[in-house]
């Protein structure tokens, strides 16, 4: 049977002549500098150019990648080497390195050598770490040295092909070649090793439209490949497919198998002449350069034939060459995550075919390889043959003793016992079949399920299936495509009910047969299930598992790996690389079966999984318990404070966020904490939490809105203790304390306010505070000092400033009464009020007599009020209550744990304002920072409608200010 491999074009571009390409190892770029004297960087997967500079204005005949250090190594028509950043473009070196056109460059693959042929028929050795010295010159070839590269078995040897026709293998080290390989009739242009270690081979292109293999160990040629029509310019061996890959003038690529010397397919893309091939290790890209331009092809899968069961024994292709592996080799060793496992290689023969895909049966008794258009059914021990036959496919059947093949496009066969029970053709055709409880059979817009035994179509969905993942329990599956995938539920139940009703099943079969769960943005690469768990690996190289609606990285990975399986004794993940790297990561099974029987609402067993779920894991449970909306769940489950914090606010349990938040003392814990007592209305708890976080601003708004004159005269305390002169200033403006707000200007340095704050309410304080105001004017402007008039010496400027001392002396009594919230609406509105007129007419009748020599009231004493409250430092500190139980200011102290829901009824005090107007030219209730004043009926509107506009974190309705209710905010 020929070689079959898939050929898909990744990239075609049209340039100038192409002379050389060369492929990136990590990035998907293709380099190719043409004969116009440019160098171009493709991106074969995006399909554009990504990099192109000028090197010279003559053809650049050569261009090598150099990933360790960045760089791009040109040689050109201008006898010059140069080196260029490929990140910055800029060149790093350029030398003259040769007295004629420099053909070709090879790079060392380990040491900073770099070869170079040229047609003054000499080739160069140069150090880059050397300031790119010549280290040595091979002189020995008679006409131009087309080419030179190196032996990858063999890093100190190299070969070179010349047109004088002869091939010579030389020696670092050594100026005289080691040997000479004649037999072209024409000149030699190309040259290239075997890459695999079981052959000595290396391969030649020349005029004589030849290609010609040679054991360079017995210096003969094995092997005449014949069929272009023109000169060969461009020969290669793949480094990893059976393949031999010849490129020529008649502008044809031709394919020929490695061991047989068949030619398998010829390729011509019309592009005219073929200058350059190039292929890379790891990789199943090939890169081509023409006359008019260049393509990359991909060739077969880049994912390696290997396959794990579930005890671990590992069985891979290399080449031709089937091995094992066994994982209980590696013993108890310690297994880090995304390290190479040490395992013990065993050679078990080699395969008639070219191994494309093997897969073990369910059981594990057997391991069927397919390639080439066959397949083979061998032993898992022994490697025997057990069946063979045709087949571009191949999957078991669930319990192993089936499978099917597919053998053509339009042909499928089932069976049983390695014996042939029935063959059908699908109506859509077959570009596909996939394993599972149902043969899947994809075509090139549908995917198709049928029943293994009847082979009745089960589901037809319209859909381009990559893959499709059955749950080993049959119940859940995924489909991926090019973009996304999909989990789907199937329900055998209702396919079973619609089966036995005999009615004929639809075109696009039965409908309820699926349903679908998900639908996630993410291309899978490989994958399986483990429970309800669905483990894959995506195109951005994570290892992730989907469950209930959650994605869940496991690892991001630092190359392309293929999942081989879980073993669930190990707790742990394996997958292998394209160079059969096996590793592992940690993946407990414990947590997948908590998450696996909460999907399945099997709480009885998740209670009984839980306690075997390490600690370090139990905050991921969490999370998946909250994104299933079992957010109480969650809260007992969760190890992080931050989570555990989150859910209980969410949760609205003021006790456990309470305990939490004293915990972690933390300023935003407390905020969000009062924001949901806010919410609750819990006014207590709302009231601790601002004192916790330190918000002034908050309190003051509280104390005014439920009238708590101990709150407010506590916050006047601190806040002016901490500096927080607005606050500290509309608390004591709040308790009719003017005397407080003066000295509050005074501290604040508000000199100008607090002579025109004393002046407006407090006038027997004008004298001290005008004095205070001069000494301090005059450190800076005398004139200005002195220009500032005392009433007390000048009372001919200050019309009635006697009659508003009388009225201060009349309101002190009326100052210090405290009204109930209820009697709020009986009092007279300042507006309506003059109060010298009062005093005025109350000295007349004889209810009031004015004392000119009574001594002005003094603002309280800051110290007796802070009593109690004080740091080490002497002074108040709100972080105080972090260390000791906080004492509420309203009735009898409570604590949370008692009463954590109930809303606290604030003490029915009216907080009193200042009087309206002490004398007929006074201002309104003036306000911090001099600005115009407003009524006392104003203040109280403007209060409701802060408290209606107030959002405390998301709070839900408003405050009603004007409802019946005795302890109304006011």
């Known amino acids: 049977m020929p070689l079959r491999l898939d050929i898909k074009r990744k990239l075609s571009c049209r340039s100038d002549r192409v002379k050389s390409v060369d492929l990136h190892p990590t990035e998907s770029w293709m380099l190719a500098s043409l004969y116009n004297g440019q160098v171009h960087i493709w991106n074969y997967e995006t399909q554009t150019m990504v990099k192109t500079f000028e090197v010279c204005d003559l053809p650049v005949r050569c261009s090598k990648f150099v990933p360790r250090k960045s760089w791009v190594i040109t040689g050109s028509d201008d006898m010059q080497i140069r080196a260029f950043n490929y990140n910055t473009l800029e060149r790093v ?9 420099v053909r070709c460059i090879a790079v060392h693959p380990t040491q900073p050598f770099v070869l170079s042929s040229s047609d003054d028929m000499s080739i160069k050795l140069w150090d880059w770490d050397k300031k790119w010295q010549c280290s040595q010159t091979f002189e020995g070839h008679t006409h131009y040295v087309m080419q030179v590269t190196f032996n990858p078995k063999d890093n100190n040897t190299f070969a070179s092909a010349s047109l004088d026709r002869t091939i010579k293998v030389w020696q670092l080290g050594s100026p005289q070649p080691n040997y000479t390989l004649e037999g072209h009739e024409k000149g030699v242009n190309t040259i290239d090793y075997y890459h695999g270690g079981d052959k000595p081979y290396l391969i030649s292109g020349a005029d004589d439209r030849l290609v010609k293999i040679w054991d360079y160990q017995n210096k003969n040629c094995v092997q005449t490949l014949s069929g272009h029509a ?17 490129g020529s003038e008649d502008g044809t690529i031709r394919i020929w198998h490695a061991n047989t ?37 991909k060739l077969g899968r880049e994912e390696p034939a290997v396959s794990m069961d579930n005890s671990g024994k590992i069985i891979w292709a290399k080449h031709s060459e089937i091995q094992q592996a066994n994982l209980k080799t590696v013993g108890d060793a310690e297994i880090k995550d995304g390290e190479r496992l040490p395992l013990s290689v065993k050679d078990m023969g080699g395969s008639e075919i070219y191994p494309q895909t093997i897969a073990h049966s369910p059981n594990g008794r057997f391991v069927v390889v397919c390639g080439d258009g066959e397949y083979i059914i061998y032993t898992a021990m022994a490697l025997r043959n057990k069946s063979f036959g045709p087949a571009q496919e191949f999957v078991w059947s669930p319990d192993s003793s089936g499978y099917a093949i597919r053998e053509s496009s339009v042909s499928i066969k089932l069976f049983k016992n390695f014996k042939e029970i029935r063959s059908f053709k699908p109506d859509f055709g077959a570009d596909g079949i996939f394993a599972g409880p149902l043969l899947g059979v994809k075509s090139s817009n549908n995917l198709s399920f049928y029943d293994w035994e009847s082979l009745q179509l089960i589901r037809r969905i319209e859909i381009q299936a990559k893959g499709v993942h059955w749950a080993e329990n049959g119940e859940q599956l995924a489909i991926s495509t090019d973009e996304n995938y999909f989990v789907l539920k199937y329900d055998a139940n209702a396919v079973a009910a619609f089966l036995e009703t005999k009615e ?8 309820d047969a699926f349903d679908v769960v998900g639908d996630v943005q993410e291309t899978v690469k490989t994958g399986f299930w483990i429970g309800d768990c669905f483990i894959y690996t995506n195109s951005v190289n994570r290892l992730n598992y989907f469950v209930g609606g959650e994605i869940v990285t496991v690892a991001h990975l630092d190359r392309i790996l293929y999942l081989l399986g879980y073993i ?41 999984v839980l306690p075997t779920i390490p600690k370090e894991q139990r905050t991921r449970v969490a999370q998946f318990l909250e994104k299933q909306g079992f957010k109480s769940q969650a809260l007992a489950v969760t190890a992080d404070p931050e989570h555990k914090f989150e859910l209980a606010l969410s949760l609205k349990d003021l006790k456990a966020v309470y305990e939490l938040a004293k915990e972690a003392e933390s300023v935003q814990k407390w905020k969000q904490l009062g924001a949901l007592a806010m919410k609750s209305s819990n006014l207590q708890l709302a009231e601790e939490c601002m004192f916790h976080a330190a918000d002034y601003t908050g309190l003051l708004l509280l104390a005014n809105c439920s009238g708590n004159r101990e709150l407010m005269t506590r916050l006047a305390t601190i806040a ?25 200007l005074i501290k604040s340095g508000r000199l100008p306010e607090a002579a025109l704050f004393a002046k407006t309410y407090v006038p027997s304080h004008v004298s001290r505070v005008l004095a205070i105001w001069k000494e301090k004017m005059g450190r800076t402007n005398v004139k200005a000092a002195q220009a500032l008039a005392d009433p007390a010496q000048y009372p001919n400027l200050f019309a009635n400033f ?35 007129e009062e005093a005025l007419a109350a000295e007349k009748d004889g209810d009031f007599k004015y004392d000119p020599d009574a001594l002005p009231l003094q603002a309280d004493n800051i110290d007796s009020l802070t009593e109690g409250t004080k740091s080490e430092g002497g002074q108040s500190s709100i972080t105080d209550h972090h260390d000791r139980d906080y004492v509420p200011s309203s009735r009898l102290p409570k604590r949370m744990e008692e009463v954590p829901h109930d809303p606290i009824k604030p003490t029915a005090t009216v907080v009193r304002n200042a009087p309206a107007e002490n004398h007929q030219s006074s201002t309104r209730n003036g306000v911090l920072n001099g600005g115009s004043g407003a009524s006392e009926s104003d203040e109280i509107d403007q209060i409701e409608e802060d408290l209606n506009n107030l959002d405390f974190g998301g709070g839900e309705g408003n405050h009603d200010l004007n409802s019946d209710n005795e302890n109304s905010l006011i």
């Open 720 to 744: 002016d203790d901490k500096q927080n002169f607005n606050v500290a200033f509309s608390a004591s403006w709040s308790l009719g304390k003017l005397e407080n707000c003066l000295e509050i």
């Open 802 to 836: 006697e009659d508003s001392l009388k009225a201060e002396q009349f309101y002190q009594a009326e100052r210090a009464e405290l009204v109930p919230a209820s009697s709020h609406s009986q009092l007279p509105k300042l507006d309506d009020r003059k109060l010298i």
């Open 261 to 297: 010397y068949r030619l398998e397919t010829t390729l011509n893309y019309g592009l005219e002449r073929v200058w350059a091939i190039s292929c890379m290790k790891g990789s199943n890209s090939i890169a081509i350069g023409y006359d008019e331009g260049s393509v990359v092809l």
């Open 568 to 608: 669930p004794k190990d707790n742990r993940i394996y997958l292998a690389d394209k160079d059969l790297n096996v590793t592992s990561y940690l993946c407990l099974l414990s947590v997948l079966e908590y998450q696996t029987a909460v999907m399945r609402r099997d709480f009885q067993t998740a209670d009984r």
């Open 230 to 246: 023109q000169n060969i310019s461009a020969v290669s061996f793949h480094p990893d497919l059976p393949i031999i890959l010849t």
């Open 504 to 511: 004929p099943v639809p075109e696009d079969g039965i409908e």
């Open 93 to 101: 070196h350029g030398f003259e390195a040769h007295s004629d056109y």
